[in-house]
């Protein structure tokens, strides 16, 4: 069956459980596209309000898909740093991406890599800026249930004023442990998500039928599970990072998602990129470098992650204390 929007059925699941988490009302008919995981979500989102030859802000370090959807776009993206290990932003160097003509501002909250939650004042401080020049913000949610205490996160769409300037890209994948499922969403104004099909059309038609009706379950479960979901990371993210700091290994604390960046300085490479292949090879860990993720030069991190079974990560654990033998 060819459901280019999503099955009716998936949509009004969809927008009652977003109603009731976003404090919004969500039109399932005219504020909801369903997409192909949020991976085409995004580069939907960017193609919908971007136009060759725009300029996109995109805070780094960055999901690795930012800067290819704009560049696939036509359009140029700026980069505005997040500065480690906090990962704030300059609200003046924010300012300055928009003066050059950023049209949209990608924002990852909770963010991959660094696990980063942002703040209501840096949402706000974000929200002014796109009002004052007239720009889009284009959020990937896809952590909003994973969040750590005492954070919170505040959907970027919830803010007053900013539903009209804001597509909120999200997918079934991590909540619902359904990554090969492919289930993505935009939830945005219906004369942006009319466009949206249009777009999503053109890209890969409609997703699943049968995965659509087979996520419903999901959709309707009650507070009890998002509860549960968030015990279950925060235990996790305890007993990894805790292992972490008994074996002496510097790394930051995510506030969300299930990302930790590990500091590699003090083992002399000049390379991140090297240092994770000496990880695989020689401790047995597998890991991305650091440099995959950021605009400016940084060869001193690494990202691993934790969503594993206990004994997995006791069980790396347990490797990464040889992490020693690659010393210089």
């Not at 504020?31 to 580069?43: D, W």
């Not at 969040?147 to 970027?156: G, K, N, S």
């Not at 691993?304 to 040889?322: I, P, V, Y």
Request: glycine share 8%; with cysteine; net charge negative.
């Amino acid at each position: 069956m060819r459901l280019p929007g999503g099955a009716e059925n998936f949509r009004q699941a969809l927008a009652a459980k977003q109603s009731h988490f976003m404090g919004l009302p969500i039109d399932p008919d005219r504020q909801v596209l369903v997409t192909c995981g949020s991976t085409e979500a995004m580069m939907c989102a960017m193609m919908t309000v971007v136009d060759p030859g725009d300029k996109v802000a995109v805070f780094s370090p960055f999901y690795e898909n930012y800067g290819a959807d704009a560049i696939l776009s036509g359009a140029q993206p700026i980069y505005v740093p997040l500065v480690p290990p906090e990962y704030h932003f300059d609200p003046e160097v924010l300012e300055d991406a928009f003066r050059q003509g950023a049209k949209a501002l990608i924002l990852c909250n909770p963010s991959n890599p660094c696990g980063k939650v942002f703040t209501l004042t840096e949402l706000e401080t974000i929200a002014s800026l796109a009002e004052k020049y007239d720009a889009y913000v284009i959020t990937d949610e896809v952590y909003e249930h994973i969040v750590y205490a005492p954070y919170r996160h505040t959907y970027f769409a919830s803010l007053p004023g900013m539903f009209q300037r804001t597509i909120s890209c999200s997918s079934l994948s991590k909540t619902y442990s359904i990554t090969g499922w492919r289930l993505g969403y935009l939830i945005a104004p219906a004369e942006i998500i009319e466009v949206a099909k249009k777009v999503h059309d053109f890209l890969t038609v409609g997703a699943a039928a049968p995965l659509q009706e087979a996520a419903i379950p999901g959709l309707t479960m009650g507070e009890e599970y998002y509860a549960q979901l968030q015990q279950t990371y925060a235990k996790k993210r305890e007993f990894f990072l805790n292992g972490l700091d008994d074996l002496g290994i510097r790394h930051n604390v995510p506030q969300g998602a299930y990302y930790v960046m590990l500091d590699i300085s003090e083992y002399g490479y000049d390379s991140d990129l090297a240092f994770c292949e000496d990880l695989a090879t020689k401790v047995g860990v597998g890991a991305v470098p650091g440099s995959s993720f950021f605009r400016e030069d940084v060869n001193h991190l690494i990202r691993l992650h934790f969503a594993k079974r206990e004994d997995t990560l006791a069980q790396a654990l347990d490797r990464l204390s040889g992490i020693s033998k690659l010393k210089k």
